[in-house]
């Protein structure tokens, strides 16, 4: 399995991970009409979402591989009070008990690792997150450029490594089709699954594809 490397945060446009994804918005609205009340933001990166989440008066759970990317988001949420409980480590073993979570919300973090790993990271996800509860996670898709055109190294038929200037150098990135995504969530109910490519972002030419895929966890 392919070593797990936090983002280069020092590479970043850190302003414009700042602001929530639009799709937090509605997921925040469904979860409290479901009652769900703990949530677990897996791979927070700087706390976009988890700061997003707790406003909204979820308990919030916060993890991430990069230690450093947390300090601010500890600072932030001790200065407004809001319930937000910060650990750092790697997704592949997460240190918390069976049916923790109400909902996990994972955007754009368990594709950076390879086959084995998403694997291990799904299983993780299933085992904290209470049967019942709900998942919003994404994928990196193989219509990607980055996977079928970039020349990046080959870790798997499914992985490779990114090589550029960027936060994300030297991190592995594992990329699904629909085929292996029935295969990886045997055990959950996909309630929404979504295949978009990104054009624009944030102002400029994007151009990658991406699975966003909304699920229900039984055990």
Known sequence: MAEHKAWNWDKADAGSWKEPAQI???LAARWKRKGYSRLFDLGC?????SLFFAQQGFTVDAFDLS????EPLRAESADKQLNISV????????????????CLFAYHVISHTDTAGIKKILGEIKRTVKSGGELYV??????AWSYKEAGFPVLDENTVIK????????IPHF???AESISALFEGIKI??????????VNGKEYGSWHYFILGENRK
Do not use: W
């Open 24 to 26: 937090a918005h509605y």
């Open 45 to 49: 990166g700087l706390g976009r979402h």
């Open 67 to 70: 230690a450093s990317a947390l």
């Open 87 to 102: 650990r750092s480590g790697d997704m592949i073993s997460l240190p918390y008990k069976d049916d923790s979570f109400d």
């Open 138 to 143: 994404t994928l990196c898709s193989k219509n």
């Open 163 to 170: 090589v550029e200037d960027g936060p994300e150098n030297g």
């Open 175 to 177: 990329f699904a089709d």
């Open 191 to 200: 309630i929404d699954l979504q295949h978009t490519q990104d054009m624009i």
